[in-house]
């Protein structure tokens, strides 16, 4: 599947490429984001709420929902910042997304996306995203690397997912100051929250690891803090929420443990 979704995000940028020098323009003139990685270095475990539609995994989730209305509730049930899932075909979701939560809330936004390409992350940046997401998986260590880099040279924040510990290796080498760990299996959509429990405490002290995927209850969130995740990613649960105020002020306020520093 993620072959799948990344062949996919290359057509999807390769028309694209006539709205180029716009891009780059809109990419320059808009202001920078709220701080992404900055907002997730809370007390206690971060929640990072995302809006989801639908998945290949659960089909429909909620397919009439309005990002607007759904970002302002998660700000105020204690949300640290957005995830705006803007892949069309399987998960529902597009760049106007971003405008309307942007338009209701003063929350950080990840962009989450297949970002295969360059010109996603200039795209992005026009947007007003603080942040994209790349999937280590979906990248060569060299082409994650140049990507990493030119998210920095655009202002734009990244959080960098990996599943396993020569991904996180690839990770660290692009400099990545925020690292997910996808508890999903996205070649199965099976999901094992084993793997954010194991790989959660190999990232350094120094950058902020995220646990994504499986979180539908403070059960888990405890988990992730047990591992020493900073913060959670959770999208199924609270989007399909009847209140997602309550659905995410539920998650929040779980303390922190902390990772330990590397050993000299």
């Known amino acids: 599947m993620l072959g799948e979704l990344s062949a996919a995000a290359r057509e999807r940028t390769a028309a694209l490429a006539a709205r180029r020098q716009e891009l780059e323009r809109l990419a320059a003139e808009a202001p920078r984001g709220p701080a992404f990685a900055a907002a997730l270095g809370r007390p206690s475990v971060a929640v990072i709420g995302e809006v989801k539609r639908r998945s290949p995994s659960k089909g429909d989730i909620a397919p009439g929902l309005s990002a607007g209305e759904q970002s302002a509730a998660y700000e105020a049930g204690g949300a640290a910042v957005l995830s705006i899932l803007t892949e069309p075909a399987r998960f529902g979701g597009s760049n106007a997304d971003i405008a309307a939560a942007r338009a209701a809330?003063?929350?950080?936004?990840?962009?989450?996306?297949?970002?295969?390409?360059?010109?996603?992350?200039?795209?992005?940046?026009?947007?007003?995203?603080?942040?994209?997401?790349?999937?280590?998986?979906?990248?060569?260590?060299?082409?994650?690397?140049?990507?990493?880099?030119?998210?920095?040279?655009?202002?734009?924040?990244?959080?960098?997912?990996?599943?396993?510990?020569?991904?996180?290796?690839?990770?660290?080498a692009a400099?990545?100051?925020?690292?997910?760990?996808?508890?999903?299996?996205?070649?199965?959509?099976?999901?094992?929250?084993?793997?954010?429990?194991?790989?959660?405490?190999?990232?350094?002290?120094?950058?902020?690891?995220?646990?994504?995927?499986?979180?539908?209850?403070?059960?888990?969130?405890?988990?992730?803090?047990?591992?020493?995740?900073?913060?959670?990613?959770?999208?199924?649960?609270?989007?399909?929420?009847a209140d997602p105020v309550a659905a995410v002020r539920a998650l929040a306020g779980v303390p922190r443990r902390g990772r330990a520093p590397a050993a000299a």
């Open 105 to 172: 809330t003063a929350l950080p936004i990840l962009k989450k996306d297949f970002h295969v390409e360059p010109l996603q992350l200039v795209e992005a940046r026009a947007l007003g995203a603080s942040a994209a997401l790349l999937i280590a998986r979906a990248l060569h260590p060299r082409d994650l690397k140049a990507l990493s880099q030119l998210a920095r040279d655009l202002a734009l924040e990244t959080l960098v997912e990996i599943r396993d510990e020569r991904e996180l290796d690839a990770a660290l």
């Open 175 to 241: 400099d990545a100051a925020v690292i997910g760990v996808n508890n999903r299996n996205l070649e199965t959509l099976l999901i094992d929250l084993a793997t954010g429990e194991r790989i959660v405490p190999l990232i350094p002290a120094d950058r902020v690891a995220v646990f994504e995927s499986g979180v539908y209850g403070v059960a888990e969130v405890e988990r992730a803090a047990a591992a020493g995740a900073d913060a959670v990613l959770v999208g199924s649960s609270i989007s399909a929420a």
